[in-house]
């Protein structure tokens, strides 16, 4: 794990060592990282690792004079060894590309990165992420100088960035999860999106979009064997490149179909001798049996003979150990079930773990959409279509006529009809929109397209918001906290592309979701996972921590709501709200979930939390 930082001044005011030092460590209080600077007169570049590297950073290119320091893992090092000696480290290959094809360089990498680099021969800065956005970049500028880093406790670490909090940008983090771009929650600073760069030059800055998006459905067409041919070959790649470090890798294993089919490729190659092996990690449960997943877990674990390591977690409820967080608890969000992460993260790190692997990103990227049902009326296909449909209402349990409506005809309708089909169950937050916010129109359905390939569209934008999510950037906080790289095979550009070009048959067929996972991986994939279409049920933690261990805690925020203050809610409505989830009156959904995060987040700020 490292993290990049550094500051160009724009009035030629000199940088020093120190000001680099104060921004460098990811985590405050880690002592693990190794911090190396490196300045010149106006410009300065720090780089922390937790690990011992054979990639010194800062690095400097002797002919050239360009400076580069990065975060982050390079996945196709062989293309790029015409430019350097193939022991060359990741870093020198990327400021290689950059000295080769400038302008361009970026579309020739690919992996998880964060850059920054330095050209004395036209005094530029160029800072760069990935274009899913796995690495985070934050940056502030006003005309005196920009200041970068890896994480925002980087740079609030300075005490001349202001901590002033973005009223306009607050209502977002609660009822539009997930909308954000550029803006974060602090005034003075801003999120480099994936995808682009930010370069600045005599005192201008601009950024830029380096990768864009597909914006064209694929055409018609089955989904053919190579289909999964190709399919298969990215995803083992995309694991094989996320496995290759120079410490123990592990895994969080759920016994989900996602990280299942990850410790099942990993196990497949470790069994070829073509990787190292891998350790899993896995919650496991004696009292709450919703919860527990062992008897999907033990197949891999006996096929692969993978090193395997169950950790308790009974007693992981929400809350019971939320404060763990607080070093990195810079944002308004954190997750409800945050302390199952922490019991296993906390052991792999005592056995010297420092790359973890996850399944996050395959519910968006493979769960598929029977709307898609739609375009075979437009194809003619009818006894494709009854087939789906049959299939759909088998596996969904709704009535064959309620599949029609709500899938094969609901593109088709106007918005006020799909409305009234498909978000009949949604919770509208309309009541707890206070009136300053209601022309923000937080209270819209979520956005769907209509007629022919509705569904490429709504997959489309869905992929879109996976890397701004905030859940995004509190993985990455979390990891960090226990000095760990977070890498997620799903979470691959490739993946993505190949996904978007596919007929939606690959991620929905048959009444199956993520049809060309189990189809692609069958002959690896232990019988208990490719069955499996259910999930882990934790909600018994959620209302065990929040209806009887921290009810007391819960309550007290209800007092002098800082919410209600900012006017974010209609204090009345919030309290009821809460109080009948409380009182087992209603459920609760994850609305008001980060409703309570961000809360607990606002008292932090204001020193008003009391724990007790």
Not at 13 to 26: E, H, K, N, S, T
Not at 220 to 241: C, Q
Not at 485 to 514: C, H, K, W
């Amino acid at each position: 794990m490292s993290a990049i930082a550094g500051i160009i001044t724009f009035d030629g005011a000199p940088v020093a060592r120190r000001q680099l030092d104060l921004i460098a460590r990811p985590v405050p209080a880690n002592s693990d990282d190794t911090i190396a600077t490196w300045c010149d007169s106006t410009i300065g570049f720090a780089h922390a690792s937790a690990l011992s590297t054979r990639q010194p950073q800062p690095l400097v290119d002797s002919a050239s004079g360009c400076v580069i320091t990065f975060d982050g893992r390079l996945d196709n090092r062989a293309e790029l060894f015409s430019l350097r000696d193939t022991r060359a480290p990741d870093a020198a290959l990327i400021l290689a590309a950059y000295l080769e094809w400038r302008d361009d360089f970026l579309l020739h990498l690919r992996g998880d990165f964060a850059i920054a680099i330095w050209d004395p021969r036209t005094h530029h800065l160029i800072l760069a992420r990935d274009p899913l956005g796995q690495r985070a970049l934050f940056y502030a500028c006003d005309s005196t100088r920009l200041i970068f880093a890896s994480t925002l406790e980087q740079l609030l670490a300075d005490p001349s960035i202001s901590r002033e909090l973005d009223a306009e940008t607050l209502p977002y983090y609660f009822y539009a999860y997930g909308a954000l771009e550029s803006q974060t929650v602090y005034r003075a600073i801003k999120s480099l999106p994936g995808g682009s760069r930010l370069i600045a030059r005599d005192g201008q800055t601009r950024v830029e979009r380096y990768w864009h998006w597909r914006d064209t459905p694929p055409d018609p067409r089955a989904l053919t064997p190579n289909d999964l041919d190709e399919f298969r070959a990215t995803l083992i790649d995309a694991i094989a490149a996320r496995v290759r470090a120079d410490c123990p890798v592990g895994l969080l294993l759920s016994g989900g179909l996602d990280s299942g089919s990850i410790a099942s490729i990993a196990g497949d190659l470790f069994q070829r001798d073509q990787v190292a092996p891998m350790g899993a990690y896995s919650l496991v449960f004696d009292q709450f049996a919703q919860c527990d997943e062992r008897k999907y877990i033990a197949p891999i674990i006996t096929r692969y003979n993978l090193p395997f390591t169950p950790v308790p977690a009974d007693d992981c409820w929400t809350l019971a150990n939320w404060e763990t967080g607080l070093p990195v608890f810079s944002e308004p969000f954190f997750e409800a079930y945050d302390g199952m992460k922490y019991a296993a993260l906390a052991r792999a790190r005592a056995d010297g773990v420092r790359v973890m692997l996850m399944g996050h990103g395959g519910d968006s990227l493979l769960n598929g959409s029977p709307r898609a049902f739609a375009d075979l009326i437009w194809q003619g296909r009818w006894r494709d279509l009854h087939r789906e449909l049959r299939a759909f209402a088998n596996a969904s349990g709704r009535p064959y006529w309620q599949s029609v409506a709500g899938n094969a005809l609901s593109p088709w309708l106007s918005n006020w009809v799909r409305g009234k089909i498909e978000f009949r169950f949604w919770q509208n937050p309309a009541p707890l929109i206070p009136p300053r916010l209601r022309a923000l129109h937080f209270d819209a359905p979520p956005k769907l397209h209509r007629g022919k390939f509705a569904w490429w569209y709504d997959l489309r934008d869905q992929l879109v918001n996976v890397g701004r999510s905030l859940h995004a950037g509190h993985i990455d906080r979390t990891f960090r906290l226990f000095g760990m790289e977070i890498r997620q095979p799903f979470m691959d550009v490739r993946l993505f592309n190949l996904i978007l070009s596919l007929p939606p048959e690959a991620t929905y067929s048959n009444g199956t979701r993520r049809f060309i996972l189990r189809a692609a991986l069958k002959d690896i994939l232990p019988t208990e996972i490719y069955a499996r279409r259910d999930k882990a049920e934790f909600s018994p933690l959620l209302h065990l921590g929040l209806r009887e261990h921290r009810r007391a805690f819960v309550e007290n925020l209800l007092v002098d709501s800082e919410l209600a203050r900012r006017d974010l809610v209609v204090d009345k409505v919030w309290r009821a709200t809460v109080q009948n989830y409380l009182a087992g009156k209603q459920t609760i959904t994850w609305l008001e979930w980060r409703g309570l995060a961000m809360e607990i987040w606002l008292r932090v700020q204001t020193g008003r939390l009391v724990t007790n």
